[in-house]
Every structure is written in structure tokens, then in C-alpha cells.
């Protein structure tokens, strides 16, 4: 026998038009594909395809079903063969197996009680009476009945053992809705209790159709331990990192379309369906991470990042962006205008102006320019720096050859750094993260660094993970390169791509671990914040234009004639720059180079 698990995966892979396509002659008819029956002759074409539906239908034979059933049908398959066949033009290994006598699956009630919570939300919402608020709400959302059913919508009555009574009338267990999160225990109540409650409710389905988990959305204000959006917790049936809402219907979609879109939640997803533009899905209340990915690239080579477009819209939006161009995707970004999202645009102007921006989309490292040029990061030798620093995270990322030169090439264009500089610069950056625990020594012939213990490095990092909001400050004063520890430049540049971090990536150096995990657990909180940042940031800015300066004598020794000149202007601007701080540079220089002065003073 073939598991289930492989037959849904086959099932979920499969891309249904081309697989009857290499038997019957199919032509696109709107959504569907039509052609003459395979089962019965025919001269008008009565043979439907349906991919949003993954079946066919033969009206003339009556003949129907899914990809599966096609093959035993029309080519005389056994079952095992149809799924074998269709699994190796998908790319999923098919293997039989001897059926496990122990016969259930283990997790059968977790996904029974799932689908009962399900089918209850639902039954809420479109049913009962008192789910007339929340159709009027998702009425005034641009949601009708059929996009709200598309996606299996419900509603969580505002009752706080509602759905616990109805479920233990139907017998479920209550420790497994404990575990899926959808009751909850207290100390202030003597019984378990709904965990939604006055939500919209979304279920989280497998790329299969199986529901796994919960989001839901809150009616009315949130308030204290009401968050707006409330997600079901991990269980053995749900990993949030390894799903993305929508996908099981928005799959074949995306494969028309050549192209996934990508949105930060529910409501943005279901509004954009709800418009007409189905290739949309959304992570689960986390980061895109690798697996998320990877399963995007089953279906697309193209991913187009629809998120908000504030601060933290963008820092999420290039943390994607990375994350895929890291797994072989293309990456670009959709920038909608000020206060707008992917449901709000969609809800105003419907699919034209959503698709008016989607048009407008720019490639991941052509947005980062853009943002980079608004700032005037290209009008210095040290802005460009640091312009660098921003940039190298997506050339380190991304995997295409061809699409690596391209970015190489950008860059060095724009930077006027060399592209083989750069590559060496990439080769430097990864050389640490595999390593030993400890180098001997810098690749970069360095100067060792002048402050220890409780040093302005430490100092600066200390109060960025304290306080998070000063992060996207530190970084439009100075990039990872102008620290000298390598462990903390590690943790400051994963700060500035996550700065809500909590722990660092697996493949972080074991310094930057160590140093990470001695900020987390030191119960010291840097006060003032403003002018310890100040402090520490003049003097980091001042460090690195003495170890720049040292850098270019080194390369003036070396410089035949006719790079000497060119060198030299580049002093003498480092020169200008580092005069123009007036006394401040000289007092944290001599600080720097052993003066005993407390390291506060001098601070504006």
C-alpha cells in the first residue's frame, strides 16, 4: 500500500490540466480547460477540467473525478500506478510499503476534532442568528458568502464554554482541544473555556485540505489580553513554519499565474480572493522561514511580496526577500502607498488597483537601491559604506548564478566597488558562520580592538536588545562593518534584519552566541538610552574612520602611481569628515587609545 500522507501529497502536487492534457486536447475556457471526451465520441466538446477544484467532468459520459481517477478510467491503471505515474511527473518519490497492522493514525483524532471546530465556526457564522454581526461585518469587509465559504470562514460566539459544551456532546476529548489550543485553562475558572471567543474565524488548512489550526479575528476593540489577532498555539498536527495560509487553494492559481503573491495575514489573502486574484497566501503569525519556501517553489519560481509598506513592512519585507532568493525563488517587492494594505486596496479600488501595483513590482535589490538613493546613502565614501552593509545580506542570499551576477554587477555599479572586492567580501562574511569556534586571527589585518570588558561594543548591543526601538537608529548611523568584534557585528546585523530576535539562526558563529545569550541574561537596562547611544555610536563612527584612514595608508604604501591620486582623495575626504565632528572625534580618539576617562564623559 501507498501511505496517505504520499497519496495527499501527490494529490496536492499534482498539476491535473497536464496530466489529462498529454491524453486529451484541451483548450482554455475562462477559469477551466475544455475538450472533446476521452469516453464517448463526440463533436461538441462536453469534457471539463476544473484545476481550482483539482477534478474533471464528462457530460456526455457522465464520467467524473480526480487526477487519479482519470488514469484508472481512461488508461486502465490500477490505483497504486495512477498515483506512481502521477507522482513521478511532480517529483515525489512513491514507494509502497506493508500496511502497519496497528492499523489507525495516531493523529486521526486530533484532525477529527479539528474538522468538528471547523464545521462549528461555520455553522456559527452562516447559520445561527447571533452570527448576524459577523456576516455584517465581513459584508462591510468586501467578503461575500462565496469567497467566505471558499475559505471555510466562521464565527466564535462571545460565550466562554459555547463551543467546549458542544463539543464534549459530540464526545471529544478535551485534553486534545486543550492541545490544539482551542480551549484553554485558567486559575481564575473552575472549567476549561473557549480560547475564541467574538472572532472571525479562519481555518488553517494543509496544502491537502486538512485543517490543522485556527487564526481569529477579533470583533469589536481589542483590549487587555484580547489581542486583534489570536493564532492556534503549535501541536502535533500544526507547525506554523511549515504552512501557509491559503495554499491548498490558491495553489493552481499560482501556477497559472507563474507567480505567487505574498502577504502578512488572513484578511489580506481572503480580500484579494474575494476581488478575483487568487494566488495569494500568508505565513502564520511568523517570519517566512525555509520551509515556507521550499514549499512555494513547488508550485512557482516567482514570488511577489505584498506587504505593508511602514518600517516594519519593509524589514519584513527584505527578511523574505532573502529568505527565498536563498532557496533558488525570485524576489520582488510591491510597495502600496502610506497606510495602505493588500485588504484596504483591495476593498477600495478591487482587482484594477490592486493589479495596478502588482504591475509596478521591483526586484528585491532594485527596491533596496531606491530606499538606499531616498536616503542619500550614495553621496559619501562612508554613506556608501554603509549602503554596502545594507545590501551585501541579499547578495549573500541569493543562489541563481545568473541571478547573482546580475546582482553583482548592480552593486559594484552603484557603489563603485569592484565586483571581485565584493565577492571576497561575500567569501569573508560566510567564511566564519561553518568555522571553528575561535580564528587565531582576523582575515582583515586589523587594529585589535581598543576597548574591553563592559566596551562601547558591548555597550551599544547591550542597549539595542533592551530596547528594540533604537535598532533602525543604530542602523542609519553605522552598518556591521564599523565593529571590530566579530561576534557582535553577527548580532548586530541580525538584529537589524530581525529586530525582534530571540535567538540567533543555527548557523551563527559560536562568539555571536555566546555574546547574544550575555546581552539576553544581563538584567542591566543602559539608562539614559539617548545619550548612551549617542556615546557609543560617535565613538564606533570615530573607530571605524581611524581603522578606514589606517586601511588607506596601508593601500597608499602599496598603490603604483596611478592609483596613488585617486587613494589620496579618498583620504583627504575621510580627512574633511572626520574634522567636520569637531572636538568630539579627537576626545573619543584619545579615549579610544587608553585614557582613563570614564567612558560617559564627552557626550553632548
Known amino acids: 500500500m501507498i501511505p496517505d500522507r504520499v497519496v495527499e501529497e501527490v494529490r496536492a502536487r499534482a498539476d491535473i490540466v497536464g496530466v489529462i492534457g498529454e491524453f486529451v486536447q484541451l483548450k482554455k475556457a475562462g477559469k477551466d480547460f475544455r475538450g472533446l471526451s476521452p469516453f464517448k465520441k463526440e463533436k461538441t466538446p462536453s469534457f471539463y477540467v476544473v484545476p481550482a477544484k483539482a477534478f474533471f467532468h464528462d ?21 497504486v500506478d495512477a498515483v506512481k505515474y502521477v507522482g513521478a511527473r511532480c517529483g515525489v518519490e512513491v514507494r509502497e510499503v506493508r500496511r502497519d497492522k496497528r492499523g489507525d493514525d495516531p493523529w486521526r483524532p486530533y484532525h477529527e476534532a479539528s474538522a468538528y471546530a471547523a464545521a462549528y465556526f461555520r455553522e456559527r457564522l452562516w447559520e445561527w442568528e447571533g452570527g448576524k454581526g459577523a456576516r455584517d461585518y465581513l459584508e462591510g469587509r468586501g467578503i461575500d458568502r462565496e469567497a467566505g465559504e471558499r475559505f471555510g470562514l466562521g464565527y466564535a460566539p462571545d460565550e466562554w464554554e459555547a463551543f467546549r459544551e458542544a463539543a464534549a456532546v459530540h464526545g471529544l476529548d478535551e485534553g486534545i482541544l486543550l492541545e490544539l489550543g482551542l480551549v484553554k485553562k485558567s486559575e481564575n475558572r473552575e472549567r476549561p473555556y473557549d480560547a475564541f471567543r467574538n472572532r472571525i474565524v479562519f481555518p488553517i488548512e494543509s496544502v491537502t485540505g486538512r485543517v490543522l489550526a485556527f487564526g481569529g479575528r477579533l470583533l469589536g476593540p481589542s483590549g487587555k489580553g484580547a489581542p486583534k489577532y489570536l493564532n492556534s498555539p503549535e501541536s502535533p498536527i500544526f507547525h506554523k513554519g511549515e504552512e501557509l495560509y491559503g495554499l491548498g487553494w490558491a495553489r493552481n492559481h499560482i501556477r497559472r499565474r507563474g507567480a505567487a503573491l ?324 579627537r576626545r573619543s580618539a584619545h579615549r579610544a587609545a587608553g585614557n582613563p576617562q570614564r567612558q560617559g564623559e564627552g557626550a553632548p
Open 59 to 79: 457530460f456526455s459520459s457522465g464520467e467524473s473525478g480526480d487526477v487519479f481517477s482519470f488514469l484508472m478510467k481512461h488508461q486502465g491503471m490500477s490505483f
Open 262 to 585: 505574498l502577504v502578512e495575514g488572513f484578511m489580506d489573502a481572503v480580500s484579494l480572493a474575494a476581488v478575483g486574484i487568487r494566488n495569494a497566501v500568508a505565513p502564520l503569525g511568523t517570519s517566512v522561514t525555509e520551509k515556507h519556501a521550499k514549499l512555494l517553489r513547488q508550485y512557482t519560481t516567482q514570488v511577489r511580496i505584498l506587504f505593508d509598506s511602514d518600517p516594519a513592512g519593509l524589514r519584513a519585507s527584505f527578511r523574505a526577500a532573502d529568505i527565498l532568493l536563498a532557496q533558488g525563488l525570485q524576489a520582488s517587492v510591491v510597495t502600496l502607498p502610506a497606510g495602505e494594505d493588500p485588504d484596504s486596496v483591495a476593498r477600495s479600488g478591487g482587482a484594477e488597483a490592486v493589479q495596478a501595483f502588482l504591475a509596478q513590482a521591483v526586484d528585491v535589490l532594485d527596491r533596496k537601491i531606491a530606499i538606499l538613493e531616498e536616503r542619500d546613502y550614495f553621496s559619501s565614501i562612508d554613506s556608501t559604506r554603509k549602503a554596502l552593509d545594507r545590501l551585501l545580506p541579499t547578495l549573500r542570499a541569493v543562489t541563481d548564478p545568473r541571478q547573482r551576477d546580475i546582482y553583482l554587477a548592480t552593486v559594484a555599479e552603484r557603489t563603485g566597488v569592484r565586483i571581485d572586492t565584493l565577492e571576497h567580501e561575500l567569501r569573508e562574511a560566510r567564511a566564519p558562520r561553518p568555522g571553528p569556534p575561535r580564528r587565531s586571527a582576523p582575515v582583515r589585518q586589523r587594529p585589535a580592538p581598543r576597548f574591553h570588558g563592559l566596551g562601547v561594543e558591548r555597550q551599544l548591543l547591550l542597549l539595542l536588545v533592551k530596547h528594540r526601538d533604537w535598532i533602525d537608529k543604530a542602523a542609519e548611523r553605522i552598518g556591521p562593518a564599523d565593529l571590530e568584534d566579530a561576534g557582535y557585528r553577527a548580532i548586530f546585523e541580525e538584529l537589524i534584519n530581525d529586530p525582534e530576535l530571540t535567538a540567533p539562526p543555527e548557523e551563527t558563529m559560536p562568539e555571536a552566541v555566546r555574546h547574544f545569550e550575555d546581552l539576553m541574561s544581563d538584567r542591566e537596562v543602559p539608562e539614559p538610552a539617548e545619550s548612551i547611544f549617542e556615546d557609543a555610536v560617535r565613538q564606533i563612527e570615530n573607530t571605524a574612520l581611524d581603522r578606514r584612514l589606517e586601511a588607506l595608508d596601508a593601500e597608499i604604501a602599496r598603490s603604483d602611481e596611478a592609483d596613488t591620486l585617486r587613494l589620496l582623495r579618498q583620504k583627504q575626504d575621510l580627512i574633511k569628515e572626520k574634522q567636520s565632528r569637531g572636538s568630539d572625534w
